[in-house]
Nanobody, 114 residues
Framework: QVQLVEFGGGLVQPGGSLRLSCLAS????????MGWYRQAPGKERELVAR???????KYADFVKGRFTISRDNAKNTVYLEMNSLEVEDTAVYYC????????WGQGTQVTVSS
């Protein structure tokens, strides 16, 4: 079993930046894929970005060029660097990991507003 805890959400103005962190309770070395989903009010949860244990990344079209996902296996942490934030990026962001099962964090709120 792995517990995932997200950090770094908050309120930011349009055009601003935030860095989300996802800390796992144990080594993520064996977790093949880790990533981030988000869910805005009234909308379905959608994939934002994911990264494999080998470092291959995939991004949703709506964040390409603005967000960067990375993972530090030594620190059991996955990061999501978010730049040029837009009001439409407002959502709860969830960390996940696909290992023997799928693990989810509790989510962190990101609000983009002037």
């Amino acid at each position: 079993q792995v517990q995932l805890v997200e950090f770094g959400g908050g309120l930011v103005q349009p055009g601003g930046s935030l860095r989300l962190s996802c800390l796992a309770s144990r080594s993520i070395f064996s977790i093949l894929v880790m990533g981030w989903y988000r869910q805005a009010p009234g909308k379905e949860r959608e994939l934002v970005a994911r990264i494999t244990s080998g470092g291959s990344t995939k991004y949703a079209d709506f964040v390409k060029g603005r967000f960067t996902i990375s993972r530090d296996n030594a620190k059991n942490t996955v990061y999501l660097e978010m730049n040029s934030l837009e009001v439409e990026d407002t959502a709860v962001y969830y960390c996940y990991g696909d290992g023997s099962t799928t693990y989810w964090g509790q989510g962190t709120q990101v609000t983009v507003s002037s």
